[in-house]
Antibody, heavy 121, light 107 residues
Framework: EVNLLESGGDLVQPGGSLRLSCAAS????????MNWVRQAPGKGLEWVALMSGGGGTTFYADSVRGRFTISRDNSKNTLYLQMKSLRVEDTAIYYCARVGLGFLLNWFDSWGQGTLVTVSS | AIQLTQSPSSLSASVGDRVTITCRASQDISRALAWIQQKPGKSPKLLVH???SLQSGVPSRFSGSGSGTDFSLTISSLQPEDFATYFCQQFNTYPITFGQGTRLEIK
């Protein structure tokens, strides 16, 4: 069974930094591209970033490019999101999601339970 | 970026009703569309991929159709557990984008 477990969410001041983690199990982690998707309180879903299974390819949403960095440690089956220069508008639940069938561009077939990031002074 | 517009934004219906939600893309995305269900306080769940392929384990009362720019999700006979918010998602090109959501409420 695929399991994705996010952690690291916290209350942080504007301009601060935070690193999120997503621990994966139940599948060959290094063969699947992974994403971060966020959801502001009461709002819709916003794709944030993707990393390929091997880590050689990344894509970012314009809203986070240059401030957020996606990475992974395949030896630990863990996906990360390093967030810097945080803004109030980054407040959201952050989900990690697996890309289906191991492709780089495909539907998201599994989602974690999410971790809450609150940016506020 | 490709924009996805869902309609309606909210919908009230009764158990047993047939409901349809539509999603229109701002450009041709072929069949690269998924439908996602999210219940309050829960994480999103994939229902349909490739416009009309039902994800494993999803009840057959859910069905998807469409291609190009116009898509729909139909629930043939609403069950109590179907009251949730539904999102469409395109995976034709990055950035991945989602519709704004359709909230399905009990009448």
């Amino acid at each position: 069974e695929v399991n994705l477990l996010e952690s690291g969410g916290d209350l942080v001041q504007p301009g601060g930094s935070l690193r999120l983690s997503c621990a994966a199990s139940g599948f060959p982690f290094n063969t699947f591209a992974m994403n971060w998707v966020r959801q502001a309180p009461g709002k819709g879903l916003e794709w944030v970033a993707l990393m390929s299974g091997g880590g050689g390819t990344t894509f970012y949403a314009d809203s986070v490019r240059g401030r957020f960095t996606i990475s992974r440690d395949n030896s630990k089956n863990t996906l990360y999101l390093q967030m810097k220069s945080l803004r109030v508008e980054d407040t959201a639940i952050y989900y990690c999601a697996r890309v289906g069938l191991g492709f780089l561009l495909n539907w998201f077939d599994s989602w974690g339970q999410g971790t809450l990031v609150t940016v506020s002074s | 970026a490709i924009q996805l517009t869902q309609s309606p934004s909210s919908l009230s219906a009764s158990v047993g009703d047939r409901v349809t939600i539509t999603c229109r893309a701002s450009q041709d995305i072929s069949r690269a569309l998924a439908w996602i269900q999210q219940k309050p306080g829960k994480s999103p769940k994939l229902l349909v991929h490739d416009a009309s392929s039902l994800q494993s384990g999803v009840p057959s009362r859910f069905s998807g159709s469409g291609s190009g720019t116009d898509f729909s999700l139909t629930i043939s006979s609403l069950q109590p557990e179907d009251f949730a918010t539904y999102f469409c998602q395109q995976f034709n090109t990055y950035p991945i984008t989602f519709g704004q959501g359709t909230r399905l409420e009990i009448k």
